[in-house]
């Protein structure tokens, strides 16, 4: 079945450092990807996506690129902020599907 | 974007009770929606699989008494938690898809339920 596999965190980081957080997936056919960032005490929120290999999305400085040949979508920022403080999924949608195979989220704390 | 709308945030009932949560699709038509538990500091696993007018699909592991699920309409998914227990307390998402084709999904902002 599909999967996804985040690094684990928390993630501390000053603020302005460069962030990235792996995720590498499993899937059978050609799964769309996406990142998702969960603030406290709030539901999840879509951060990028992209549907097909060597596809980059991006918003708010966060990019990731969906690599078919190492089947992974790792998410960078150049320079984080406080307010990026978060939780953030990686998942894929299953085409036949239509659900979210979401990884363990990766915790991320930016330190001022 | 398109907006799912969960009700309530949070709710506290007792053992024994059981919990309505609703989840409607505000601007959008959603024949299909999903509902998600999430427990403290772990990703989420999906619960159910909502159709507008028909049965629930169930994920493995899930008690279809326990958790009913009902799609009454193209805007609205209901998940009702019967005779809760404490182990029920947890973090419940719901998400929907635009009609016609996977692109995206919209989650509705969770709904914290205590059962103390």
């Known amino acids: 079945g599909n999967s996804v596999t985040q690094m684990e965190g928390p993630v501390t980081l000053s603020e302005e450092a460069f962030l990235t957080i792996n995720c590498t997936y499993t899937?059978?056919?050609?799964?769309?990807l996406f990142w998702y960032v969960q603030y406290p005490g709030e539901g999840l929120q879509l951060l990028l996506k992209a549907t097909k290999a060597d596809d980059k999305g991006s918003n708010k400085g966060f990019e990731a690129t969906y690599r078919k040949e190492t089947t992974s979508f790792h998410l960078e920022k150049g320079s984080v902020q406080v307010s990026d403080s978060a939780v953030y999924f990686c998942?894929?949608?299953?085409?036949?599907?239509?659900?979210?195979?979401f990884g363990s989220g990766t915790r991320l704390q930016v330190q001022p | 974007g398109a907006v799912v709308s969960q009700h309530p945030s949070w709710v506290i009932c007792k053992s024994g009770t059981s919990v309505k949560i609703e989840c409607r699709s505000l601007d959008f038509q959603a024949t299909t929606m999903f509902w998600y538990r999430q427990f403290p500091k772990q990703s989420l696993m999906l619960m159910a699989t909502?159709?507008?007018?028909?049965?629930?699909?169930?994920e493995q592991g899930v008690e279809k008494d326990k958790f009913l699920i009902n799609h009454a309409s193209l805007t609205l998914s209901t998940l009702t938690v019967t005779s809760a227990h404490p182990e029920d307390s947890s973090f419940y998402i719901c998400?929907?898809?635009?009609?016609?084709?996977?692109?995206?999904?919209?989650f509705g902002q969770g709904t914290r339920l205590t059962v103390v």
């Open positions: 998942a894929l949608s299953d085409p036949g599907r239509r659900a979210l195979t």
């Open positions: 899937a059978t056919g050609y799964p769309s």
């Open positions: 909502s159709n507008e007018g028909s049965k629930a699909t169930y």
């Open positions: 998400s929907a898809t635009l009609a016609g084709g996977f692109t995206e999904a919209f």
